[in-house]
């Protein structure tokens, strides 16, 4: 009988040769997939070679602007022409009046005329996938602003200025800047500033005690403030990409003081930091050791009484699941769940999409099985990139040609506070979540059995912010699809933390959008609900508190601090957010 021959390849050569090369090539591209760059650069190219009207339109637009930039240099000098072209709003850079002083107004006139043309360069070449579309338009964004005039010292006319203002003063400043990031840098240590805000000496101080610890979570029990609390205890299930104190900031920032402080009983998830040995916990583990884990305790503290259950961000996405998989089971412990800023449909997730093919996936999976985990520097790296303008290239300039230092405030301190990823859960999440939108189809398995969002049936109070480049609101506002079950959803100013870490204030600026669909309503497009939904001065944490008590069924004494199958292991906030 003729059977197959062995490979003569090592086993190292046929399996782990392309994971190790994928993995040094990340470390030289910052963990971008040539392939997947590549992918998309001939797809437009080759598209755009086919296509004779496309190349005229680009090479007429070309011309025209050429005309108009040609205009406004002779009429220019004097103050008096109007613009070729207005920054997008979002665009901070040329607001000074000093970019519209002579030569600095033809400079970035110039530059924004160019970026407008590579821009619709990219766009609109019949047959490009719409992934290339957008990898081509974001990846020729990121170049254009590298030269951006104003990145430089002889072309910002504010530099310019400080310079003359301070006798070159900002620049040995900057310099000195420079010198303690590079130092922080090679050391590992947090951005300058950062040692002002320490978890437990002005951070994460809202009482409480430690009444569960397992190989991934503790949770947290917060003692209570007031005589009299809402008998529904809620429990707060933060994203494990960040550690879980953004809810629980400096005490006027903290969301978990002010709702004790109101009189609810406050649960709190804090992830373990994984390290290399935690290269094989998966989304099941997260599920049962982190959110099923801490309901049952909390179900056995406050017993008799449902659950608020919020999360925040990828929390959120994983709160979403484990109540499909409660209701599935026909477990009724859930009397609400909120989602703040968190995705179940993942067709449109934003800018994140650039990160997410097969390729760039393989490339990405090879790199966090080389260590285990994925870390968190180049995780924030990403995001950062997505707003490279506000995150990278104007805080550069403020720091080391300006010579200033932005004073860190406690949201940026714990933004700094990174979290690692490990190796089996962050690819079945990208991978299931991600590219295949599993969750919203009906293809996720919990537990090697499938889950379906519109099985929930709780109230849902879901919370999008404006200007978020995480999970868009727009992508948030998807739930209503997914959904059956009465939905409160509100739109609040801000982006993805500063949106959600919104105290209310008297001098507070902010505003938010809320509008409740009832339950089997009608369904009402985001643009709609945009121009329909009644908007609210201040802060959406009072309406979502007022909503939390509405559907609380009364006042009773408050619940001891753990219970005898729970006893308090320590003091908040614990010993997994130390972790490093």
Excluded at 345 to 357: K, Q, R, S
Excluded at 438 to 462: N, Q, Y
Aim: charged share 20%; net charge neutral.
């Amino acid at each position: 009988m003729y059977s197959q021959p062995q490979s003569l390849l090592p086993n190292f050569i046929s399996g782990n040769a392309d994971r190790l090369l994928h993995a040094t090539m990340g470390k030289l591209t910052g963990g971008l997939s040539p392939a997947s760059l590549s992918s998309a650069w001939v797809d437009w190219a080759m598209h755009l070679a086919m296509s004779p009207s496309k190349q005229a339109e680009i090479a007429e637009m070309g011309v025209r602007q050429w005309e108009r930039l040609g205009h406004y240099v002779m009429h220019a000098q004097g103050g008096s022409c109007e613009r070729c072209i207005e920054p997008l709003p979002q665009d901070p850079r040329f607001r000074d009046p000093a970019w519209q002083e002579w030569p600095y107004n033809v400079i970035h006139q110039g530059f924004l005329l160019g970026q407008q043309w590579m821009s619709i360069s990219m766009r609109g070449v019949r047959g490009v996938t719409r992934h290339h579309e957008q990898v081509m338009e974001y990846t020729t964004r990121q170049w254009m602003d590298v030269f951006s005039p104003s990145n430089y010292l002889g072309t910002n006319p504010e530099v310019v200025r400080a310079i003359k203002d301070t006798g070159g003063e900002n620049l040995a400043n900057g310099l000195r800047n420079w010198q303690e990031d590079l130092e922080r840098f090679l050391a590992g240590a947090p951005p300058a500033g950062s040692e002002n805000y320490v978890v437990g000496k002005n951070l994460a101080l809202t009482p409480g005690k430690v009444v569960l610890k397992n190989e991934l979570i503790e949770l947290i029990q917060y003692a209570p403030t007031t005589k009299r609390v809402n008998a529904e205890p809620i429990l707060m299930v933060p994203a494990w990409i960040m550690k879980y104190y953004i809810l629980d900031l400096s005490p006027g920032n903290s969301l978990v003081k002010y709702l004790v402080d109101r009189g609810h009983t406050v649960f709190m998830i804090s992830w373990k930091n994984p390290g290399p040995a935690d290269r094989n916990l998966s989304m099941d583990d997260y599920l049962r050791h982190g959110v099923m884990a801490a309901l049952d305790a909390v179900s056995r503290i406050v017993p008799k009484r449902k659950v608020h259950a919020m999360g925040y961000c990828l929390g959120g996405t994983l709160l979403a699941i484990a109540a499909a998989a409660l209701a599935r089971d026909g477990d009724k412990r859930l009397a609400s769940m909120t989602m703040l800023a968190a995705q179940t449909d993942f067709t449109e997730p934003g800018e994140l999409a650039l990160y997410i093919d097969d390729s760039q996936l393989t490339f990405l999976e090879d790199q966090m099985w080389e260590k285990g985990y994925l870390d968190s520097t180049q995780m924030s790296g990403a995001f950062q990139l997505l707003r490279s303008v506000d995150l990278v290239w104007s805080s550069l300039v403020k720091q080391y040609l300006k010579g200033d230092r932005t004073p860190v405030n406690d949201l940026m301190s714990w933004n700094a506070d990174g979290t690692r990823m490990p190796y089996e859960m962050h690819t079945e999440y990208l991978r299931s979540l991600f590219l295949h939108n599993d969750l919203a189809t009906g293809r996720f398995k919990v537990w090697s059995r499938p889950i379906a969002l519109p099985d929930i049936d709780v109230p849902i109070f879901c919370v999008g912010t404006a200007t978020d480049h995480v999970a868009p609101w727009r992508s948030v506002y998807k739930l209503h699809l997914l959904t059956h079950a009465e939905l409160t959803f509100a739109l609040t100013t801000g982006g993805h933390n500063v949106g959600v870490v919104n105290p209310p204030s008297k001098e507070s600026k902010r505003s938010f959008r809320m509008r409740t669909r009832p339950k089997g309503g009608d369904y009402l497009d985001p643009e709609a609900f945009a121009q329909v939904a009644k908007e609210y001065p201040g802060s959406w944490w009072t309406a979502w508190e007022a909503w939390l008590t509405e559907r609380s069924s009364g006042k009773v004494a408050p619940p001891k601090m753990g219970n005898a199958a729970y006893r308090p292991l320590g003091n908040a906030p614990g010993t997994y957010v130390f972790m490093r």
